[in-house]
């Protein structure tokens, strides 16, 4: 992927400040092992997962039957390449419960994605998977610098999306007071982080600026707020919208990745000591890289489609499941377990634009870097006869003058970084949808 490895993030060095590592007597143990131990681990744990897989479920009984694969072929982890990949079409087709392993008395809960564009993908767990679910999202928020007794304020949404459940089970199993706010009604949320005064909360990064503007609307300086930890994610977001985050709020903004297919938030979370992208708990989740094109693996550090095979899962296991996000695989550096680099887009955000590939990220960097501009913006995609056009849509911030300069600057900035001409319309504080969970970035106006 050489035109998409120019545009990603820089590798950030890692800004280590021990003083804010969890005491290392709290970590599980897995996250204490060496490189061998886990490799041992999780060639077993693999070996039972596609046994698992290939008995249980008929879809993947057929791919290995049809790539002429018997599961007592798969012995050591270079055997993950052989195998045939899920994607959610595979988990479409097999609607709603045609993907699970075990009896349906045997699940416990069920989630499933939205669902925009046709059948939602359904996902299920036992009450062994609720269990380690729940072990691996303490786990992450442990790593991002939440500790027991911490009050927490829950602002995922609850339902079927897995954002806020599964946020729940973690602050709970580790130990910290819930609070189930889940997502919008926005004023009333500031009121009771002024009244209970929570030390962490959860949402998605644009919530949070949601929560910070209506802060402000309310007249209150948000960096005096209680909260000292925001752990965020279920959307792509940037190194620039963590010092936005940050600076905004006076908090820690750290990054928490994960999706509902392989077991919902908590796959991996960013370690406070380093901040320096999640660390993806391998015990579980195995990662690959592969070149989103050609589907081969690529070595660690390459960018490219994360792929994940789970490990441990009973309800509904998945081998070589393509999460459509991109990213690339870095070494330990907190812990020995592999990290990602933050998730530069998925594929199916990624814009076109006259031949050169665009991501949402991409913008939020250069218009997070303009003064004057606030952090909410919207891209917009028409066409005008054959050429394709997009418009970069952002608020002035309030009492700011000079739009036409600021508008400018952002062309010129998109021009030069990304190689392709935007229209930019600077528009009224508080004019543009605010996010109240997943923020809908793209308008594609062409059909
Ligand atoms: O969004 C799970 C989650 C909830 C993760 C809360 C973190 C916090 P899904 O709805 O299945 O699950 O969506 C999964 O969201 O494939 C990514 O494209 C995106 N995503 C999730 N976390 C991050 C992140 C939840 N930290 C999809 N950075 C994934 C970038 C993320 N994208």
Redesign the pocket.
Known sequence: MSTDAQSAPAARTPVVDPTLAPDPATLDAAERMSRDELTALQTERLAQTVRHAYTGVAHYRAAFDDAGIDPSDVTELADLAGLPMTSKEDLRQNYPFGMFAVPREQVSRIHA?SGTTGRPTVVGYTRQDLEMWAAVGARSLRAAGVRPADLVHNA?GYGL???GL??HAAAETLGCTVIPISGGMTARQVQLIGDFRPDVILCTPTYMLTIIDAMRDAGLDPRESSMRIGVF?????TEAMRQELETSAGIHAL???????VI??GVGCECIETKDG?TIWEDHFYPEILDPITGVPLPDGELGELVFTSLTKQAMPVIRYR???LTRLLPGVARPMRRID??SG?TDDMIILRGVNVFPTQIEEIVLAQPGLSPHFQLELSRSGRMDEMTVKVEAEAGHTDRDSAARAVAHEIKERIGVTAAVQVVDHASLERSAG?LRRIYDLRS
Request: proline content about 10%; charged content about 30%; overall charge neutral.
């Open positions: 994605s995922y999306f897995t954002g599964g946020a994610g279920a959307e792509p977001w990054d928490i990745y994960g999706l509902s297919e919902g938030p999640p999460t459509k996000d933050r998730i998925r997943k």
